[in-house]
């Protein structure tokens, strides 16, 4: 079956740049969709199709992916960016969720 | 805007059975496919399956085919995931999300609030 990996977890300082990897054999040739989930909260899309942003996400989330890995930027973190983030794509009809970032702003 | 509002925490005990809904509203319900998220406590987000509102045809994970099933009633436009008997690692907030389109590769882009189920053994 189709797998995605994450790194458990990514720090960075308020104001610089975040990028969080989902790896995914040719992952390239999938489009990848990217979910934020805060404590206690439903998970919420922040990239879709690679690099579409949803309306009301700010500029600040970009995406992109190609051969085998997408990246998630986040260009001058905020505090309240720090969230669990997952990638997600589809395998045939059926969907793959990577196993989720911890970003802690610190 | 468009809503997906899950029923309510359950608290059941091994062996029983369970039906949990999604009920969706300010959308064309039969437009867009349903589908079923679980999350174990302090775990990642897990696909179950995926259900067509509008024809009733689903979709499953291996991991979960033959445990749950999942339905949709567009008359009421609310769809279920059910269990007939549940086990203690079934404990766990399952939700539910709207397919944003038809179109391969696309992405959820409306969740319910969630529905937190606990078993005991």
């Known amino acids: 079956s189709y797998e995605l990996t994450q790194p458990p977890s990514v720090s960075v300082s308020p104001g610089q740049t975040a990028s969080i990897t989902c790896f995914g054999d040719k992952l390239g040739n999938r489009y990848v969709s990217w979910y934020q989930q805060k404590p206690g909260q439903s998970p919420v899309v922040v990239i879709y199709?690679?690099?579409k942003r949803p309306s009301g996400i700010p500029e600040r989330f970009s995406g992109s992916n190609s051969g085998n890995t997408a990246i998630l930027t986040i260009t001058g973190t905020q505090a309240l960016d720090e969230a669990d983030y997952y990638c997600q794509a589809w395998d045939s009809s059926t969907v793959v969720f990577g196993g989720g970032t911890r970003l802690t702003v610190l | 805007e468009v809503q997906l509002v899950q029923s309510g925490a359950e608290v059941k005990k091994s062996g029983e059975s369970l039906r949990i809904s999604c009920k969706g509203s300010?959308?064309?319900?039969?437009?867009?496919?349903i589908t079923w998220v679980r999350q174990v406590p302090g775990k990642g987000l897990e696909w179950i399956g995926t259900v067509d509102p509008d024809d009733s045809h689903t979709n499953y994970s291996p991991s979960f085919q033959g445990h749950v099933t999942i339905s949709a009633d567009k008359s009421i436009t609310t769809a279920y995931l059910q269990w007939n008997s549940l086990k203690a690692s079934d404990s766990a907030t399952y939700y539910c999300?709207?397919?944003?389109?038809?179109?391969?590769?696309?992405?959820?882009?409306?969740w319910g609030q969630g529905t937190l189920v606990t078993v005991s053994s």
């Open positions: 300010r959308y064309s319900f039969t437009r867009h496919w």
């Open positions: 999300a709207r397919l944003a389109t038809t179109a391969p590769g696309t992405h959820f882009d409306y």
């Open positions: 199709q690679d690099n």
